[in-house]
């Protein structure tokens, strides 16, 4: 039985229960321990008596991070409601003497190391559960709405967003497999946008990769990503649809979850019941780039030092920029929209104003950019012209030309990170402690 549904068990109900020993406390005449099981934060209490003294002996001697498998009774519990009077032991084996993890709170940089048992200790069980219910939430919010789940490829020939940032796949014996180069995938969206213009409204969901070398706490070589693709909808729909996604899925982690908040609160020191009730109480702000250099022009009269102070219609913004517009120009999650063309990608629908594109990221508090979406440039011609301009080679790509002459309706998109969505929630800040086995330049360890 999972240790969750002991707590649903009725007393006196004799129950098995597995997992592993978080905390062993022995007295004269009774010991507690600890048990948890990944269903629960808490884990159940385990109360052992010297009156079986044979159990006693036994378990009193177990240490912690031992599996354990017992049968008991469950006895009613003041403070947690249920516990476990054990009766008998059916298997425990111990960890070797040289087990890293001990009673004591350890480093995240100790516990990057031991990213393979980070996972049995309090702290990563409340990341990757929350981590686990957004995942599962993201599903559910598309299902809903009646999305079409689409899988596109891992293996690619195109760097989608032409940043030249991705990895190669050759053989082992460094040979080109197929006829062309291959790369692993930086984005699902050309592949989505073909599925747009037949099922409507579709969406990925699957690990992304790109090289770049920014050692950041918010960047990882593999990442997953969401990212929906809308027919017949523009850039307005998609902030909104982005919008209610962001709600549905810290809504369902709220309802949960308050355990696993209430201890990472307390970890990160970061007030999260409030920052996601914030989160997901508000309508987002949306404003333009151009308001948004004016904003942090005049955050800079005030006396505020950015390390980039030089604020430009034409500058990309940096973390400083994001964090200083969302947590504290607008203090809740913000959409800035109409980038100018020369900084976003090629594909994004360009403007009358032959100076901006209808391009969107959100930026949300603590983390910054969560999401990067635009509408799609629908003109054959204007798409070639900007792949020119970008140096673009558009062999690679001519398929995903060939789809605006062939009954294409308009299409909008947005890719949004997991990684910085389970960073938002949790409170974690350095995206290595949200993956479950993080990739990031120069760590390949497990
Ligand atoms: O803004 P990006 O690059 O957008 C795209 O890839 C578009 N093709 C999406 C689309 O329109 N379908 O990436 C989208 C999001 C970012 O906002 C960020 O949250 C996350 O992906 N992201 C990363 N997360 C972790 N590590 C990295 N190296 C990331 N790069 C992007
Ligand atoms: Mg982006």
Excluded at 1 to 21: C, F, P, R
Excluded at 171 to 184: D, E, G, R
Excluded at 337 to 351: A, G, H, R
Excluded at 378 to 401: C, F, H, R, T, V
Aim: charge should be neutral; hydrophobic fraction near 40%.
């Amino acid at each position: 039985m999972k240790i969750l549904d002991v707590y649903k068990s009725k007393e006196n109900a004799i129950v098995q229960v597995n997992g592993w020993i978080r905390f062993n406390r022995v007295s004269k005449n009774v010991g507690f321990i600890e048990l948890f099981d990944g269903s629960n934060l808490n884990g159940i209490q385990l109360v052992y008596k010297k009156s079986q003294i044979e159990i006693y002996e036994k378990l009193s001697q177990v240490t912690l991070f031992s599996a354990l498998q017992i049968k008991g009774k469950v006895i009613a519990d003041k403070k947690n409601g249920r516990e476990v009077l054990v009766e008998s032991v059916i298997f425990c084996n111990e960890p070797a003497s040289d087990f890293p993890l001990g009673k004591k709170e350890h480093g995240l940089e100790f516990l990057r190391q031991q990213a393979h048992l980070r996972v049995k200790t309090k702290l990563f069980q409340a990341v990757m559960t929350i981590r686990s219910t957004l995942s599962l939430s993201i599903h559910d919010f598309f299902a809903q709405k009646s999305f079409h789940y689409l899988n596109s490829p891992i293996i690619t020939k195109n760097d989608a967003e032409g940043a030249g940032e991705s990895f190669f796949v050759k053989t082992i014996k460094n040979k080109n497999f197929w006829s062309s180069p291959a790369s692993l995938s930086v984005s699902g969206q050309l592949h989505a946008e073909a599925y747009a213009q037949a099922f409507t409204n579709v969406y990925t969901f699957a690990p992304t990769f790109r090289a770049e070398n920014s050692n950041t706490t918010r960047h990882a070589s593999e990442f997953w990503m969401i990212e929906p693709e809308v027919a017949f909808a523009d850039y307005n729909d998609l902030m909104d649809l982005g919008q209610e996604l962001i709600k549905f899925v810290i809504k369902k982690v709220l309802l949960k979850h308050e355990i696993e908040l209430k201890f990472l609160a307390n970890f990160s020191k970061v007030d999260l019941l409030t920052d996601l009730e914030t989160i997901v109480n508000n309508d987002y702000e949306k404003i333009s780039y151009k308001k948004a250099i004016k904003i942090l022009q005049n955050a800079i009269i005030d006396g505020v030092n950015f390390e980039q102070n030089k604020i430009e219609f034409g500058i990309d913004f940096g973390i400083e920029h994001e964090k200083y517009l969302a947590s504290v120009y607008a203090k809740k999650p913000i959409f800035i929209y109409d980038y100018p063309l020369e900084i976003k990608s090629f594909y994004m629908y360009q403007n009358d104003d032959q100076e901006t594109v209808r391009g969107f990221d959100l930026l949300v508090p603590r983390i910054g950019e969560l999401i990067g979406g635009s509408q799609r440039e629908n003109s054959y011609e204007k798409l070639i012209q900007a792949m020119k301009i970008k140096k673009i080679k558009s062999p690679d790509l001519d398929w995903y030309l060939e789809l605006r002459k062939n009954g294409f309706a308009p299409s909008s998109g947005f890719g949004l990170g997991l990684e910085r969505l389970v960073m938002l929630v949790t409170g974690m800040e350095n995206i290595r402690d949200v993956l479950p086995f993080p990739r990031t330049p120069g760590d390949l360890n497990f």
